[in-house]
């Protein structure tokens, strides 16, 4: 935190699927199909950060705009960071 700056941040819970579209900066994302595309919500063609809550054990593939193959740790932080010059997500592991 910055002292004197107040950050909040949303949360939300999504099921993992082909395709998720969060809504929010924290999603806790439940269930173990493969996430192959992440929609970029925030829009404006802007880069962003998503904070990822395992709460099953999903995984990710490159088929789609996710650069790396990952695998979620239930109750370990993902934290992916979209790049607009890519158009792609990068997970943090």
């Known amino acids: 935190m910055f002292q004197g700056l107040t950050t909040k941040l949303s949360e939300s819970v999504v099921a993992s699927a082909a395709t998720i579209s969060p809504k929010t900066d ?32 999903f995984t990710t593939t490159t088929a789609g705009n996710i650069n790396n193959v990952s695998t979620g740790i239930v109750g370990q932080l993902m934290i992916m960071v979209y790049s607009k010059t890519n158009k792609k997500w990068y997970p943090s592991y």
């Not at 929609?39 to 950060?49: L, M, R």
């Open 26 to 57: 924290i999603i806790h994302v439940t269930g173990t199909t493969p996430i192959v595309n992440i929609n970029a919500t925030f829009g404006g063609g802007f880069s962003g950060i998503l904070f990822i809550v395992p709460v099953g054990a």
